[in-house]
C-alpha cells in the first residue's frame, strides 16, 4: 500500500463502505488494482456511510434480503461468509462506527487505509465480528500493527466523526448511492468511471491501462 495520492497526475476515487457485502466481495480485485497501478495512480478513498445512523434492529425481512445478498456476493466473488452472524436477534447495522475507524485510519496511517478497509470488511463478513463495536474496531487496527487504545481515542474525536459525515456528504453530492463506486481521473480534467456495482477483475486491468495510456499522452 502507499499513501492516497502521492502525487500522481491521476488517482483512483474508491467510494466505499467496509460493511457494504459488495465492498467486501470487491476488495480482492481493488487489492489487485492497486498492485498494478501503484506507480502511476494515487488513491482516494470515501466513506459511503451505507446503513450510517441505524439505530433499529434489524427486521425479519432485513435478515432474509440481506441472507439473499450475501449468498450472492458470495458466489459472484469467491469471498467466504459466516452466517452465523444470522443467529443475532438485536443487531443494529449501524456502519458508521466502522466507517469512521477507516477514517480514523486514513489519518494515522495513509498507506494502510485500502488493506485496513479490506481487514473490517473481513472481520465482520468472514469472522462474524460486531465492527459496531468501537473496542472491537480498536482490537483491528492493533492487528493491523496500531496502538489500540491510541486509535479508540482518535475514533472518538470530533475532528475524526467531522470527517466521516463529509465523506457521506461527498458521496452525496457526487452522486453516489450505490458502493462499490470506483473512478480514476482528477479534479482538473474531470473523472471517468470504472464501475458503479461489483465488477469481477477480468478485463478491468486492460480497459485502465488504456485509459491511462490515452490520458497520459493528451
Given at each position: 500500500?502507499?499513501?492516497?495520492?502521492?502525487?500522481?497526475?491521476?488517482?483512483?476515487l474508491y467510494f466505499a463502505d467496509p460493511m457494504c457485502s459488495w465492498c467486501y466481495g470487491f476488495a480482492p480485485v481493488m487489492r489487485e488494482l492497486d498492485k498494478v497501478f501503484g506507480n502511476r495512480v494515487g488513491l482516494r478513498?470515501?466513506?459511503?456511510?451505507?446503513?450510517?445512523?441505524?439505530?433499529?434492529?434489524?427486521?425479519?425481512?432485513?435478515?432474509?434480503?440481506?441472507?439473499?445478498?450475501?449468498?450472492?456476493?458470495?458466489?459472484?466473488?469467491?469471498?467466504?461468509?459466516?452466517?452465523?452472524?444470522?443467529?443475532?436477534?438485536?443487531?443494529?447495522?449501524?456502519?458508521?462506527?466502522?466507517?469512521?475507524?477507516?477514517?480514523?485510519?486514513?489519518?494515522?496511517?495513509?498507506?494502510?487505509?485500502?488493506?485496513?478497509?479490506?481487514?473490517?470488511?473481513?472481520?465482520?463478513?468472514?469472522?462474524?465480528?460486531?465492527?459496531?463495536?468501537?473496542?472491537?474496531?480498536?482490537?483491528?487496527?492493533?492487528?493491523?500493527?496500531?496502538?489500540?487504545?491510541?486509535?479508540?481515542?482518535?475514533?472518538?474525536?470530533?475532528?475524526?466523526?467531522?470527517?466521516?459525515?463529509?465523506?457521506?456528504?461527498?458521496?452525496?453530492?457526487?452522486?453516489?448511492?450505490?458502493?462499490?463506486?470506483?473512478?480514476?481521473?482528477?479534479?482538473?480534467d474531470g473523472y471517468s468511471l470504472i464501475t458503479n456495482g461489483f465488477h469481477p477483475l477480468d478485463g478491468m486491468i486492460e480497459g485502465i491501462a488504456g485509459w491511462l495510456d490515452k490520458a497520459e499522452a493528451a
Amino acid at each position: 500500500m502507499r499513501d492516497l495520492d502521492a502525487g500522481h497526475r491521476f488517482h483512483f476515487l474508491y467510494f466505499a463502505d467496509p460493511m457494504c457485502s459488495w465492498c467486501y466481495g470487491f476488495a480482492p480485485v481493488m487489492r489487485e488494482l492497486d498492485k498494478v497501478f501503484g506507480n502511476r495512480v494515487g488513491l482516494r478513498i470515501v466513506m459511503g456511510g451505507l446503513r450510517a445512523g441505524q439505530t433499529e434492529a434489524m427486521r425479519r425481512k432485513d435478515r432474509a434480503y440481506i441472507r439473499d445478498a450475501w449468498s450472492r456476493v458470495g458466489a459472484a466473488s469467491g469471498q467466504p461468509f459466516d452466517f452465523s452472524f444470522f443467529e443475532r436477534e438485536t443487531f443494529i447495522y449501524d456502519t458508521e462506527p466502522a466507517c469512521r475507524a477507516v477514517v480514523a485510519m486514513r489519518h494515522r496511517a495513509p498507506a494502510k487505509t485500502l488493506s485496513f478497509l479490506a481487514r473490517v470488511s473481513a472481520a465482520f463478513y468472514g469472522a462474524n465480528r460486531d465492527t459496531t463495536d468501537p473496542d472491537v474496531l480498536a482490537e483491528i487496527a492493533e492487528e493491523a500493527g496500531e496502538s489500540r487504545d491510541a486509535f479508540r481515542d482518535m475514533m472518538a474525536s470530533g475532528d475524526i466523526r467531522s470527517e466521516t459525515l463529509r465523506d457521506f456528504l461527498f458521496a452525496q453530492q457526487a452522486g453516489v448511492h450505490g458502493f462499490p463506486c470506483l473512478l480514476i481521473g482528477n479534479e482538473t480534467d474531470g473523472y471517468s468511471l470504472i464501475t458503479n456495482g461489483f465488477h469481477p477483475l477480468d478485463g478491468m486491468i486492460e480497459g485502465i491501462a488504456g485509459w491511462l495510456d490515452k490520458a497520459e499522452a493528451a
